[in-house]
């Protein structure tokens, strides 16, 4: 019974827990897994945020319903206006000319990105130690129709006050959509013969998949060379006794 337990949370972990970064879901789980399950940082293997989360932050900024606003404090402290609802687009109000301050309390211990609609200084404190949590990862956004031009990723602790010091920025304010990575998760599958058709392994991650992976799934034959015209978008060839398009048949 105690085994059947450890999979099923084994099977659990891997679909709610499993870090940004590539893993395949064909590797068993690490024992550290069940240890740091509540302290996950972001993968060193994820490099840059997938088109899943932030598509879904622009749709945040683009809709007017999902604004609010704030003050910013002129000071750094842990009193600061909060911005700590999800999927929000917080339109802050900095200090003329100056930097401003608002708070972030994370609900879940994990990875955090913040979009915002221009590239100014944006620093994460830490409000219990004062310590500045570096980004682990940073890049400009271009989406088409979206006002968001900047993310950065930083890993949270849950219930921790964190004062995010941004600005000076033009026009005294700047729009910040937080994100939870694991709220804006895609699945990938392994495309190894390259023809856009994926395999049953894949990946669940909120960052770019390492080449080699699609969104798409049900190749029947992912062998490199010979599978690549074998998948569900290719048109079925009779009398070559081969189930060209996975469908299960042949005609
Ligand atoms: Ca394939
Ligand atoms: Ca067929």
Do not use: W
């Amino acid at each position: 019974m105690m085994k059947m337990k450890r999979i099923a949370l084994s099977a659990l972990l891997s679909l709610g827990l499993t870090a940004c970064g590539p893993m395949e879901e064909s590797e068993p789980m690490p024992e550290s897994m069940f240890e740091e399950q509540g302290s996950q940082a972001l993968d060193a293997a994820c490099t840059s945020l997938g088109t899943g989360i932030t598509s879904h932050a622009c749709v945040h900024s683009g809709n007017p319903a999902d604004h609010l606003a704030r003050t910013a404090s002129a000071t750094r402290v842990t009193s600061a206006p909060s911005i700590s609802t999800k999927h929000t687009a917080y339109d802050i109000a900095l200090p003329s000319g100056a930097e401003g301050s608002v708070t972030y309390v994370p609900a879940t211990t994990g990875s955090y990105a913040f979009y915002r609609t221009q590239n100014v200084p944006f620093t994460v404190i830490n409000g219990s130690t004062s310590a500045t949590v570096p980004s682990a990862l940073s890049q400009t956004v271009s989406s088409s129709g979206c006002l968001l031009v900047y993310v950065s990723v930083h890993d949270l602790t849950a219930g921790t006050t964190y004062i995010v010091a941004t600005g000076p920025a033009s026009g005294n304010a700047i729009t910040v959509v937080p994100e939870f990575l694991d709220d804006s998760r895609t699945r990938y599958y392994r495309d190894a013969d390259g023809d856009g058709y994926g395999s049953t392994t894949s990946i669940y991650t909120a960052c770019t998949p390492p080449a080699g992976y699609t969104t798409q799934r049900f190749d029947c034959n992912d062998t490199v060379g010979s599978g690549a015209s074998i998948n569900p978008g290719a048109t079925e060839v009779c009398g070559n006794g081969i189930d060209d398009n996975c469908d299960g048949s042949q005609c």
